[in-house]
């Protein structure tokens, strides 16, 4: 009996930390928004944060009209961290939801989410852009320069 007991118990923890790995592992912890479906909040004019971690070059490249220019790109360094905390006044003081906007919407912006999540930003705030740049499809929705 105890043996089937402590089987059973091996096998419980092992699917709890399968599970637990592949939600990390596919990104069961973050909250992402389409190109779709944030090309129809540009376009209505929702009101949202626009929070743009790439480098300068990038940025020049191709950026949303409102984004907020960060460059803390891949916010693995404390110089990196502190770059988002220069906004973070501006992200608390309102209540929009927050789009993490990076190069590819992969490292960077978890580490964006996960670094403001950290800061007291509630996570039901926090979305990051399927695909980052790289993905966005709609060209003609994207400014350059600064």
Known sequence: ???IVALTLAVAVTLIATAAFAGNLFGGNYRYVAPADFKKWLETGKKVQIVDIQVPA???Q???KGAVQTNAFPVK???DKQKLDRILPQLTASRE???IVCPRGGGG???TYDYLKGKGIAEARLLILEDGMQGWPYRELV???K
């Open 1 to 3: 009996m105890r043996r």
């Open 77 to 79: 360094s404390a110089e």
């Open 62 to 64: 191709h950026h949303f």
């Open 109 to 111: 912006a978890k580490n």
């Open 58 to 60: 990038e940025f020049q």
């Open 97 to 99: 939801e927050i789009v």
């Open 143 to 145: 400014a350059q320069g």
